[in-house]
């Protein structure tokens, strides 16, 4: 049973940062992603990471402020937010469960859930 627990969400001001972490158990390897759903929008993907190789992946909206890590010993998956935007402001779910190809699958891919953190940047 894949279990998934987001953490680290918060208010902040354009330009700050945030680490998002998620603890997960039952699941050791494959893909593993960040997506982010703001009111009325669909829910996009930010980042992915294979956790055996530690291969990335990341939106173009998000390149060189967003970096996605895993510690394996840990089990857990993070996501530091660096010079956030108040465009960046979402309900941040952790994601797993794919096994191939870009871990940016669409979101319909991911069959595993974490119930999400919020993340709201004011200008």
């Known amino acids: 049973q894949v279990q998934l627990a987001e953490s680290g969400g918060g208010s902040v001001q354009a330009g700050g940062s945030l680490r998002l972490s998620c603890a997960h158990s039952?699941?050791?390897?494959?893909?593993m992603a960040w997506f982010r759903q703001a009111p009325g929008k669909e829910r996009e993907g930010v980042a992915g990471i294979y956790t055996g190789a530690g291969t990335t992946f990341s939106a173009d909206s998000v390149k060189g402020r967003f970096t996605i890590s895993r510690d394996n010993a840990k089990n857990t998956l993070y996501l530091q937010m660096n010079g956030l935007k108040p465009e960046d402001t979402a309900m941040y779910y952790c994601?797993?469960?794919?096994?191939?190809?870009?871990?940016?699958?669409?979101?319909?891919?991911?069959?595993?859930w974490g119930q999400g953190t919020q993340v709201t940047v004011s200008s």
């Open positions: 039952g699941y050791s390897w494959g893909c």
């Open positions: 994601a797993a469960g794919v096994y191939g190809g870009s871990c940016l699958a669409p979101a319909v891919k991911y069959p595993y």
